[in-house]
């Protein structure tokens, strides 16, 4: 049970795969939940990460490994629930990306701007504008063009670390926080070993 928690805990894109193992958990959904909360393990939507992975593969011009990369970073943002409502535990943090401060001020002029709610797509579309739009100088124009020329590149964990560092900007930058992340992107790469 707990392997088969662990797999879909590391983000498995696979729909087919996804609705085999989901098939062997047990049909009592409360057991389930209960043997997820006593294992201290969160557990994911699979339509909440297939509906964010899907949008990242398909809306934008991004390469498998600057979709994994910020798959990472959302993974570790949300607590892994990929939920575009998720509010940080005691905090002001909100979303995928977990907007605070300026970003959330902006992301909120973004919504009434384009007339659009609230939405996995749209928060996606925020940060994009931001890497390559028009709201370059909320994140920096220096950060800006980092972020571009790191999602360029077939390189997973250097644009999962680039994102997280210059773009979400979490107070704890370290090495392990880093590599955390690195090994949440890793898990969406389909020929990662």
Not at 152 to 181: C, G, H, W, Y
Request: hydrophobic fraction near 35%; charge should be negative; glycine fraction near 6%.
């Amino acid at each position: 049970m707990i392997s088969l928690l662990l797999l879909l805990l590391a983000g498995e894109k696979r729909n087919n795969m996804l609705e085999g193992l989901l098939a062997l958990l047990p049909s009592n959904k409360a057991q389930a939940v209960n043997e997820i909360k006593s294992e201290g393990l969160i557990a994911v939507s699979p339509k909440n990460v297939d509906q964010v992975f899907n949008l990242l593969s398909s809306d934008y011009d991004l390469n498998e490994s600057a979709v994994a990369g910020i798959m990472g970073n959302i993974s570790a943002e949300t607590g892994n629930s990929f939920d575009f409502t998720q509010q940080q535990k005691n905090g002001p943090g909100y979303g995928l990306f977990q907007f605070e401060g300026i970003h959330q001020k902006e992301y909120d002029k973004f919504l009434e701007e384009n007339k659009i709610t609230d939405s996995a797509k749209s928060q996606i579309d925020y940060v994009m504008e931001n890497i390559y739009g028009s709201k370059q100088d909320i994140v920096g124009q220096g950060n800006a063009k980092q972020l571009r020329e790191a999602l360029a590149r077939d390189d997973v964990d250097l644009i999962t670390e680039i994102f997280m560092t210059k773009f979400e900007r979490p107070k704890d930058q370290s090495n392990k926080k880093i590599q955390d992340r690195i090994e949440r992107a890793r898990s969406f790469i389909t020929d990662a070993d």
